[in-house]
């Protein structure tokens, strides 16, 4: 029983942020398809859930940071700090555009391109923020996402107002050239499994990496494409297949960033005011799991047992050797806790 590598890698935020996307992703095409005749607002749920659980951690992480000043000595607390306000100021900008995006589903009282105006403006922002991220060795995947599909918003609003007339596979273009951009790198990723695999010299922990990797990108880039596809044809009238059929793909996206989220390191100390992260805090906090997560067992054959043949000292005198069959465990991988 070994549990570091599923405590250690665990990444909570993303974990969050994946598992509410994909319930209201459920939601939102059952809500179209008419199977639930929820209000926008419950639809929207999972995404408060998680906006109020940003707005938690900043808060509580913000009482400690000012209730213990030494800790702001601790490695780069002020980078994961600055990090996490930075974090907190772009998600309170997308909380206004979801509300705007709620509203307008209830009552159509005003434009979408006046929806988008935060989405808009957090695409401009999230530049300077990759920047600052890649300064600071900070990782920045949303605000990545928002940066490269600003024209992308741009197209959206235009023609969910009539103000443009194109065809939705026109609307989708700068949609495709970052798909295509991302299936260029799926090949590469394949490609360099498969050269690995083929190569004996390579240590097998490495060539286990980068086959995990290959089949992650591949079944979250390649469902992604699909669902697009769907999605544009059946806004443009030239599929009969509702809603629910066309997330299905996406569906299969959010499962495999929600598995990814087991495996991906790092995460703000700060969120919630941790100081460490989740794995030593989840280890600390329950002593049953630190007991089994900080033991790994390992079964004996009879071809691990030492020989027991006698041996024949200068003298002539046969001793036969002892063997301990009683030794006690040892852990073989341990996970050090902090005091």
Known sequence: MNLQTLFQDFNPSKFLVHTCLMIFTILFALRLD???????????????????????????????????????????????????????????????????????????????????????????????????????DRSFELELFCAVNVLQFIFLALRLDGFIAWSWEVVFVPLWALLCLSLVAVLYTIVFAAVLLRAPQVNARVRRTSLNSALAYTFLVVPILVFQVLLANKLDGDTSFNYTTVAAPLLLSHVTLILMSFGAKGGNRWWFGLRKDFCHFLLGLCPLLQEYGNISYQSRTDRDQPPSEPMVSEKGEKHIKKIDLMKPVVPIVSIDLPD
């Open 34 to 136: 008419g199977y639930i005749e929820w209000s926008y607002w419950s639809i929207f749920s999972p995404i408060w859930f998680w906006k109020s659980m940003v707005i938690l951690g900043a808060t509580v992480g913000s009482y400690v940071w000012l209730k213990h000043p030494h800790a702001r000595l601790e490695g780069d607390a002020y980078v994961h700090y600055k990090a996490m306000l930075i974090t907190l100021a772009l998600h309170l900008i997308l909380l206004m555009f979801e509300l705007l995006v709620c509203d307008k589903l209830e009552s159509e009282r005003h434009l979408w391109i006046l929806v988008f105006i935060p989405l808009i403006f957090i695409s401009i922002v999230s530049i300077a923020v990759c920047i600052w991220a890649v300064k600071h």
